[in-house]
């Protein structure tokens, strides 16, 4: 059903307020309970990192709504977990990862067929697309499992330092498939341990080899299975089975009306999936190759080349946003309110931006583009739409409905973090 506020409660256009059908099961692909098994442990095992310190869990952990808790992470390098990691003085990181580490929700859902801040990686037609080209995207059975594959070929992130362990000396060379490759490297080391060997060959049955793909598939499965999120208050009253307070109720006609959220935050899953140009400050090395020494992220016109995408980055999903902060594609807020505000009115909030960040001490540079006002102008200037300031009651009222998206069920994970895995590695618990 399609659900609308009635009128004698808010007068405005009913084409203005009406609402996405509940999300159903056939919103999500079916996963396989033992590639889950699998996943699972391979999510929470460090030994998919170059050096056996980092897993996927370290920085897309419960804890932290799938995220970090920081405004950039640190992956190589760095050591602790959430706001609390820091610096390895003894191997410090060669620089910050130069975006915020996404939340993990609904990733499963079959609507979401981009990727990654400025959407490098798609689920198109002719089939999976990535800067790295047609064969790195083969035998990956979904987007999200072939996502996985990027995180363990940075050196800011799980490789590490080229000089440090076999994998990351093998990303410099260039060896990423094949023999020596560095996905093979991290087969192998999967393939030694018997109890991983057993569960692989219950989940991908007939396979003669355990190969990256079946590892990425198999991540892919348990991120799918653990962390769909459809069982938020918000998700009862589209259902027609429960209600909410009045201030949410206000929020929803602000969301769906006049502040216009809906334009960009739409469906079932609250993203259009596409691509904008919203005035978000930029902090740390930005995304740019080593060689380029530019703090600037030009955000998805590094994908596509198209002028219009500079500065543009894609819509976030909703999805239990209270619990995913900082917020924005650099973190530049710590204070979701905070961002709520100033996001209704980009351009002056950018003059105006107080430096609301959870970010380890490491570089003077991390300012660099917001101590540039070229810079700042240049991204103020890529902002479509108007501006409009919400009042304090306002922001009240958004952030009460955006409460309504926090799913306490989901929150609590469907199988959690295992105490140990057949590594015998820590796990970030």
């Not at 309970?33 to 980092?54: H, M, Y």
């Not at 003894?90 to 993990?104: K, S, V």
């Not at 973090?417 to 970030?428: A, K």
Request: net charge negative; with cysteine.
């Amino acid at each position: 059903m399609i659900r609308y506020i009635t009128p004698l409660l808010f007068a405005l256009p009913a084409a203005a307020m009406d609402f996405p059908a509940p999300v159903g099961d056939d919103a999500f692909r079916p996963v396989d309970p033992a590639q889950v098994e699998l996943g699972r442990l391979l999510f929470w095992d460090p030994i998919l990192s170059g050096n056996r310190n980092i897993s996927c869990g370290t920085c897309h952990h419960p804890k932290f709504g799938t995220g970090d808790g920081l405004s950039l992470g640190l992956g190589e390098g760095g050591v602790g977990l959430g706001p609390d990691r820091v610096v390895d003085a003894a191997n410090p990181p060669e620089q910050r990862i130069p975006r915020n580490a996404p939340g993990l929700w609904n990733l499963g859902a079959r609507e979401f067929t981009v990727m990654f801040h400025d959407g490098r990686i798609e689920d198109t037609p002719e089939g999976l697309r990535t800067p790295m080209g047609p064969e790195m995207v083969e035998g990956f059975d979904t987007l999200l499992s072939a996502q996985t594959m990027f995180p363990v070929l940075s050196g800011d992130e799980m490789a590490g330092h080229y000089s440090e362990n076999e994998v990351a000396q093998a990303v410099r060379q260039g060896l990423i498939t094949g023999e020596g490759g560095a996905w093979n490297l991290l087969s192998a080391r999967v393939a030694a341990i018997p109890e991983y060997k057993a569960l692989w060959s219950k989940a991908f049955p007939g396979d003669d080899r355990l190969d990256f793909t079946d590892i990425s598939d198999a991540i892919g499965a348990f991120v799918e299975f653990e962390w769909r999120s459809d069982t938020a208050p918000f998700d009862a009253w589209l259902a027609g089975e429960g209600e909410l307070p009045p201030r949410a109720l206000a929020g929803i006609e602000l969301f769906y009306g006049s502040a216009g959220c809906a334009d960009c935050h739409s469906g079932p899953f609250l993203t259009d999936h596409r691509f904008h140009a919203m005035g978000q400050p930029q902090l740390g090395p930005g995304k740019a190759a080593r060689f380029e020494h530019n703090a600037r992220d030009d955000g998805r016109f590094r994908v596509t080349g198209v002028e219009a995408d500079q500065y543009a980055f894609r819509t976030p999903s909703l999805r239990n946003v209270t619990e995913t902060g900082p917020w924005g594609h650099a973190g530049a807020y710590s204070d979701l309110r905070a961002f709520v505000r100033d996001h209704a009115r980009p351009r002056a909030a950018l003059s105006e931006y107080l430096r609301d960040v959870t970010l380890p001490a490491f570089e003077a540079e991390d300012w660099a583009v917001m101590d540039d006002p070229e810079q700042v102008t240049a991204i103020a200037a890529a902002v479509q739409g108007v501006e409009r300031a919400l009042t304090e009651d306002e922001v009240t009222s958004l952030m009460a409905f955006l409460d309504t998206l926090r799913d306490a069920e989901a929150l609590k994970g469907r199988l959690g973090i295992p105490e140990t895995v057949p590594s015998g590695l820590p796990v970030d618990r």
